[in-house]
């Protein structure tokens, strides 16, 4: 199979908060990131396609990155109570893994 990933992944737990178009917010962890996207788990599914912002969590975390992006996947979790899914940021962004 071949690789589409363009840039390196990462491990990373940070916590966020987002905001999607339609005026929900709520809470997701990042499982990786990379300079093109993150993989969050949240107890909220979204639909692919769906535009996001998202931003620290600071009662749960002291680091975190804000910023804005696309649904490009979603799955239920192995944990049954939980989806995954991939966002991709419109531009690639810089961090310190």
């Not at 990933?5 to 499982?31: G, N």
Request: net charge neutral.
């Amino acid at each position: 199979m071949k690789e589409r990933r363009r840039f390196p992944r990462h491990a990373r737990e940070l916590y966020l908060i987002l905001y999607v178009d339609d005026d929900r917010v709520f809470k997701a962890m990042t499982l990786d990131i990379s300079c093109g996207g993150l993989r969050l788990r949240s107890r909220q599914g979204l639909q692919p396609g769906t535009i996001i912002a998202f931003r620290p969590h600071e009662e749960v975390s002291s680091q975190g990155i804000s910023g804005s992006g696309e649904v490009m996947w979603c799955n239920h979790s192995a944990q049954s109570d939980f989806f995954e899914f991939g966002v991709a940021f419109p531009v690639p962004m810089e961090f310190s893994a």
